[in-house]
């Protein structure tokens, strides 16, 4: 099925053109219906999801802000925001909850299989605001580094685990939230 932008010309007749009119139009709502709902009761025009393509580059800057895919040092394609004054990397955030039975060294976040990132990690006891910490995070796909930026409270520290997983060590009992905002290399 193909769009055909020159149908109906000036000189063929509505009653000759259904076939291709109503291809027309079954072309128009399977191609919004990939990123929005169409004929979806409540839902029409709302979007599923957004998909982009690879710019391969920035586009030329806008007075407007947009939205764009493009390739990063490592080769994996990553979002980006740019307006008339800046290009700024989209960062994702990968969150979790814990429960510390026990003071100790715990795992919060396993990073295997995921792609390579530099990040930053935030963490707090959502019972105990006086406990919190943050470091720096260093990812490549295999190896892990973790630095201690600021520890408070319980927390004693953050630390490699296992090779792929962020462990925190606590001396106290609490339920640990935390955080990793990432940069993509």
Partial sequence: MAWVQVFPTGSTLISQSVAQIQANWLFIQNNINTDHYFDSVGN??????????NQGGDPPLSNDGV???KPVTSG???PFYQNSQNIRQIPTVYSGTAAVGSPGTFSIVNLAGSQAFSGLLVGVDITNVNTRGSALIMWDGVNLS?????????????SVLAATSIGVTSNAIYTFRWNIITMYN
């Fill in 67 to 69: 939205v764009y895919l």
């Fill in 76 to 78: 994996s394609i990553q």
């Fill in 146 to 158: 973790v630095t201690n930026i600021a520890i408070g409270g319980s927390v004693l520290g953050f």
């Fill in 44 to 53: 029409e025009g709302h979007h599923r999801f957004s998909q982009y393509v």
